[in-house]
């Protein structure tokens, strides 16, 4: 099973800027649809954004307007772009979505993998 690599985290003040890559942690065919999602300590994991195959994207609306997902199909790599950091921000972020690990085989939903934690300071 095919699980994603986070990088990209850290610890930034409060309206700073951080943008998280994901790719998957071995050579893989295409990816597909893919979401962002973060979960912050006693919480539940959320989704905060998704892109389709085709690049349409949408948004939590507590990070619409100051995070951009987008991807690079040539790398299969998807991105989280996120600026006007906020504390509440405050969570570790994880990605997930659906591959196809090569040209013949079914399009599966990757595990989840251990996220990169972002930490954003008042």
């Known amino acids: 099973q095919v699980h994603m690599v986070e990088s990209g985290g850290g610890l930034v003040q409060a309206g700073g800027s951080l943008r998280l890559s994901c790719a998957a942690h071995t050579t893989i065919y295409r990816v597909y649809n893919m979401g962002w999602h973060r979960q912050a300590p006693g919480k539940q994991r959320e989704l905060v954004a998704a892109?389709?195959?085709?690049?349409?994207?949408d948004y939590a609306d507590s990070v619409k307007g100051r995070f951009t997902i987008s991807r690079d199909d040539a790398k299969n790599t998807v991105y989280l772009q996120m600026d006007s950091l906020k504390p509440e921000d405050t969570a570790v972020y994880y990605c997930?979505?659906?591959?196809?690990?090569?040209?013949?085989?079914?399009?599966?939903?990757?595990?989840w993998g251990q996220g990169t934690q972002v930490t954003v300071s008042s």
């Open positions: 997930n979505g659906d591959i196809r690990i090569f040209s013949y085989a079914l399009v599966t939903n990757t595990d």
């Open positions: 892109i389709t195959n085709g690049g349409t994207t």
